[in-house]
């Protein structure tokens, strides 16, 4: 079972900052916090990833709560093309399963 | 450069037959994995490779599903007696190792089973 709790879907307009919660309230201290996109009919790709300190980097920027038990995803400026359904997952450093939840359903709107 | 690519895309076969699903992971990616994703759904972990150790087998929902890999190449998939809930999406990723955060996808197989 996933880890994580996300909202089946959302929606942003065009131009306007998307923020993706998640809730992962039992993560444990060595593990990570990661988000993958999945547009339609392609595989996913990784967005950005964190341990306990917010993190930025050209995609997206990611919150994470001090106490580590949430996070948000943060696109800053959405564009259609982000549209798509984006998943958070909790993951140890050296853990080789990736558990993909139904993530959330991002629609974009002009 | 080439990223993973995976064939064929689309597979339609009839209930009680097996098939194959091939990958092509990144040059140099040590690290394998398999997924599946039904309709609708989020991923499913079936099965990683990571160089020469032995496979971690414990997503594969049961014994019809196989997956071999020829030293840090290709890997193939195989469902024997496929059923029609085997339909789904099969993905495939490699990284860099264990530890990389990165996992690359290719663009999936696509089985339908009638």
């Known amino acids: 079972d996933a880890k994580t709790t996300q909202p089946t879907s959302m929606d942003c307009a065009e131009g306007r900052a998307a923020n993706l919660p998640c809730n992962h309230s039992?993560?444990?201290?060595?593990?990570?916090v990661y988000w993958y996109r999945q547009i339609h009919s392609q595989g996913p790709q990784y967005i950005i990833h964190?341990?306990?300190n917010n993190e930025t980097n050209e995609m997206a920027s990611l919150i994470i709560t001090e106490d580590r038990k949430s996070s948000t995803l943060i696109l800053p400026h959405a564009t259609l093309r982000d549209t798509a359904v984006y998943y958070c997952?909790?993951?140890?450093?050296?853990?080789?399963?990736?558990?993909f939840g139904a993530g959330t359903r991002l629609t974009v709107k002009p | 450069g080439a990223g993973v690519s995976q064939s064929p895309s689309n597979k339609v076969t009839e209930k009680g037959k097996d098939v194959e699903l091939r990958c092509d992971p990144i040059?140099?990616?040590?690290?394998l994995y398999w997924y599946r994703q039904r309709l609708g759904q989020g991923l499913e972990f079936l099965i990683y490779?990571?160089?020469?150790?032995?496979?971690?087998k414990s997503g594969l929902p049961s014994d019809r599903f196989s997956a071999e890999r020829t030293g840090e190449s290709v890997s193939t998939l195989t469902i024997q007696r496929t059923q029609q809930e085997d339909s789904a999406v099969y993905l495939c990723?490699?990284?860099?190792?264990?530890?990389?955060?990165?996992?690359?996808f290719g663009p999936g197989t696509r089985l339908t089973v009638t």
């Open positions: 040059s140099g990616h040590t690290a």
């Open positions: 490779f990571q160089g020469n150790s032995a496979p971690d």
């Open positions: 964190g341990l306990k």
């Open positions: 997952i909790v993951r140890g450093y050296n853990n080789n399963d990736m558990r």
């Open positions: 990723a490699s990284s860099s190792d264990i530890s990389s955060y990165e996992q690359y």
């Open positions: 039992t993560i444990s201290g060595n593990e990570y």
